[in-house]
Structure formats: C-alpha cells, structure tokens
C-alpha cells in the first residue's frame, strides 16, 4: 500500500527482508529523527549522545529484521520505538554498573575508582578530557577498524555485539582487540 507517494514502513520492512537495500536504507533515514529522539533523553556513563544515537540505530536495524506483521498487530513504528528505546536503555545501564569499570575506564591512565570518590564536575571534566585525547593518540596509533571495535570493547560493548555492528568475524573482532591492547601498552606504560 502507498500512501501520498510513498510506501509504508510495513511494505519496506518486507522490501527489505526480501534483500532490498534501498527499503532498508529508506527505513533507516525515515526513522533517524525516532533514534535520535529517544537518546537525547539519556545519559551514558564516559559517552556522548553519538553514541547511544549509534546504539539506537542498531536497535532500529534489528527491529526491521525482527518484526512481524500481524492482522491488528502494532505498527512497525511503534515496534521500532520500542526496539530502539530498549537498545539505549541497554546501553546506558551496561555503561552504569560498576561490574563494567574496566572495560569503561580500563585503557585510560586513570584510576578506574575515581568514580566512586565523589569527585566536583571540575575533576569530572578534567577526566573526560583525558579520555578525549587519549582517544585522539588511540586513532593515531590503530588502524581505523582497530579504533572502531577498541572503542566499542571501551563502552561495554560485547565481542557478539561488536561482531553484529562491525559485520566482521567473531575471530577478527578478538584479533583486534589483543593487537589493540598490545599498542596501547605503550601508551600506558607510566
């Protein structure tokens, strides 16, 4: 069904379930404004907004993939919505628990406790500046698919996780990480 000239989200997701990339690509571009809608209303733990909008994007990209059609079923609008809203909310909480600090705070040359000391927004910029320009010296030492995945690993990011956003093997996404971790010793290193 089209309606005023263009195809509703039901008949792209079925487009795009069929192989069809540009329904894919029509649906994502159509549905941004939801993703971004949805992370501004969130904080994630050492990101920024970009990076749950990234998350949120994942969780769109599955919802095409996972929804159903169903006589008097909820649209793909509002299944999207939900999909989306859970990824971000998965995202801000993995980022939030301290079981994570390593992976978080690990490859900074900063103590991962300093979370817990109550530290004033002062303190808290100083740190978050570090964390940007150790990610500045990051790019400039990996290759950009060893940044793309390390900086991945950093915000919580599981190796399956990281293997659906990245296309790649479970093997390669593992292999950079190590080789990452071998790079960024140097940097470290007191």
């Known amino acids: ?38 992370a501004h209303g ?3 733990v050492g990101g920024e907004t970009e990076d749950l909008i990234q998350e949120g994007m994942i969780g769109l990209y599955h919802a095409i993939g996972d929804y159903e059609e169903r006589e008097g ?4 609008k509002n299944f999207a919505y939900l999909c989306v809203s859970r990824r971000i909310i998965d995202a801000v909480k993995t980022s939030a628990r301290k079981k994570n600090m390593p992976l978080n705070y690990g ?11 109550g530290l004033s927004p002062e303190d808290m910029l100083i740190l978050s500046d570090d964390r940007r320009e150790f ?17 991945m690993y950093m915000d919580g990011m599981s190796c399956v996780e990281i ?18 971790k071998r790079k960024l010793q140097e940097i470290v290193k007191p």
């Open 1 to 38: 069904m089209v309606k005023n000239g263009k195809r509703t989200d039901e008949e792209l997701v079925r487009l795009s379930k069929s192989g069809d990339k540009q329904a894919t690509e029509e649906l994502l571009l159509r549905h941004v404004g939801l993703v971004r809608g949805c």
């Open 42 to 44: 969130f904080f994630l």
């Open 73 to 76: 079923g909820r649209s793909f």
């Open 107 to 117: 490859a900074l040359p900063i103590d991962p406790h300093l979370a817990d000391s």
């Open 135 to 151: 990610k500045q010296k990051m790019s400039r030492l990996l290759s950009d698919f060893e940044f793309k995945v390390t900086t």
């Open 163 to 180: 293997c659906e956003a990245t296309g790649k093997s479970a093997k390669s996404v593992d292999n950079a990480i190590q080789r990452s």
